[in-house]
């Protein structure tokens, strides 16, 4: 399987950085994951909304340039569905082609997405209710992956 995740702004902590290392290495050939990091968009503290709305447009708008064509979708939501592992896994190796095109997991910003997303037809999937830092979010993902697809 190869799998794509697609985070916007760069990783600056390094045990997190190690941490996600880690866990690609542990899963070998099984599963193969590539991270893309899009540019976030600065916004200002006491932005209005109109200013984020753009925020979340342009930094959505580098997201969906990181998407190959036919590539199924998956954005991290904490309004999507919710899984236990056993579904998760399932789901994605439902939502797998071939393993030729990546599945395609969207962390996005503090501010969340544009909902101009929606053009890709995402499915939605929650880790969660509660809103993580979007940084952690990406160990969260890589360490649940490797959980799913280590090697015995």
């Given at each position: 399987m190869?799998?794509?995740?697609?985070?916007?702004?760069?990783l600056?902590?390094?045990?997190?950085?190690?941490?996600?290392?880690?866990?690609?290495?542990?899963?070998?050939?099984v599963c193969?994951?590539e991270?893309k990091?899009?540019?976030?968009e600065?916004?200002?503290?006491?932005?209005?909304e109109?200013?984020?709305?753009i925020?979340?447009?342009?930094e959505?708008e580098?997201?969906i340039?990181?998407?190959?064509?036919?590539?199924?979708?998956?954005?991290?939501?904490?309004?999507?569905?919710?899984?236990?592992s056993?579904?998760w896994?399932?789901?994605?190796r439902?939502?797998?082609?071939?393993?030729?095109?990546?599945?395609?997991?969207?962390?996005?910003?503090?501010h969340?997405v544009h909902?101009?997303?929606?053009?890709?037809?995402?499915?939605?999937?929650?880790?969660?209710?509660m809103?993580?830092p979007?940084q952690?979010?990406?160990?969260?993902?890589v360490?649940?992956l490797?959980?799913?697809?280590k090697r015995?």
């Amino acid at each position: 399987m190869h799998i794509r995740i697609i985070a916007v702004g760069g990783l600056k902590e390094t045990y997190l950085k190690e941490g996600i290392n880690d866990h690609i290495r542990k899963m070998g050939d099984v599963c193969t994951i590539e991270v893309k990091e899009v540019a976030d968009e600065p916004v200002s503290e006491g932005a209005s909304e109109k200013e984020i709305e753009i925020g979340k447009r342009r930094e959505t708008e580098r997201i969906i340039r990181q998407i190959e064509s036919g590539s199924q979708v998956i954005l991290l939501d904490v309004e999507g569905q919710m899984y236990n592992s056993p579904q998760w896994r399932r789901l994605l190796r439902r939502v797998s082609n071939s393993g030729k095109i990546p599945v395609c997991l969207i962390i996005g910003g503090s501010h969340g997405v544009h909902k101009q997303i929606d053009c890709l037809r995402p499915k939605r999937v929650s880790f969660s209710r509660m809103t993580f830092p979007h940084q952690l979010m990406r160990l969260i993902v890589v360490e649940q992956l490797a959980h799913l697809f280590k090697r015995n």
